[in-house]
């Protein structure tokens, strides 16, 4: 889903043949740092030019040669029958914020303070959906979260030992560890506003 936050943009970018995925290379307390949108806009009847609306900043074609000419938020790509796949950055506030928690032996650290030291470490994420609409269900209006999946990941030395996640994964090709965690924040607390009398 965008990251505009315009008012339906699921609906729109899936009927137009638009897929977007969000970037954040985060800080160590959860902050981006950088943000980076890629944008796969789908040619599904191979058509000469495409049109897309984008606020991003320095877009750059990462997959092939077509070129695009700008008017305001309205790009023209010439696709010349092809997919387009671009990549921007923004300053928007992301619809989806994270807090990262340290923990050492149970005690809540700084990362930094939990450098160089050993034992056993607790790293939380704590995700917060800032997306809300308001949704007519059964003639009655409720209040629910923009659906959002995240996916969080982080790369650990090999001699990190007994890693584990809750809601995710973690990958290992010998020399590293690939830990990947999943969320969808705010859809329980939309599943039980809908649910209730």
């Not at 995240?150 to 290992?172: A, F, H, R």
């Not at 010998?174 to 705010?186: F, I, L, N, R, Y």
Request: aromatic residues 6%.
């Amino acid at each position: 889903c965008s990251h505009s936050g315009k008012s339906g943009c699921c609906r729109a970018a899936e009927d137009a043949g638009k897929e977007e995925t969000v970037y954040v290379v985060a800080n160590a307390d959860g902050s981006a740092n950088n943000v980076i949108v890629s944008e796969w806009l789908k040619n599904k009847e191979g058509s000469d030019t495409l049109k897309d609306a984008s606020d991003l900043k320095d877009i750059t074609n990462v997959k092939g040669d077509e070129t695009f000419t700008q008017n305001g938020d309205e790009i023209t790509w010439e696709a010349k029958g092809n997919d387009i796949y671009y990549q921007g950055t923004t300053q928007k506030e992301l619809p989806v914020t994270e807090k990262i928690t340290y923990y050492l032996d149970g005690k809540e650290m700084k990362p930094e303070e939990i450098a160089g030291k050993s034992g056993t470490v607790t790293i939380r994420f704590d995700y917060t959906n800032n997306e809300k609409t308001t949704q007519v269900v059964d003639g009655k209006e409720h209040e629910v979260y923009v659906p959002f999946t995240v996916m969080t990941g982080m790369i650990l030395p090999e001699d990190y030992s007994n890693v584990e996640v809750t809601n995710g994964k973690v990958i290992s090709d010998g020399s590293k560890k690939v830990v990947v965690g999943v969320a969808m924040p705010g859809l329980k607390l939309s599943l039980i506003h809908i649910s209730e009398p």
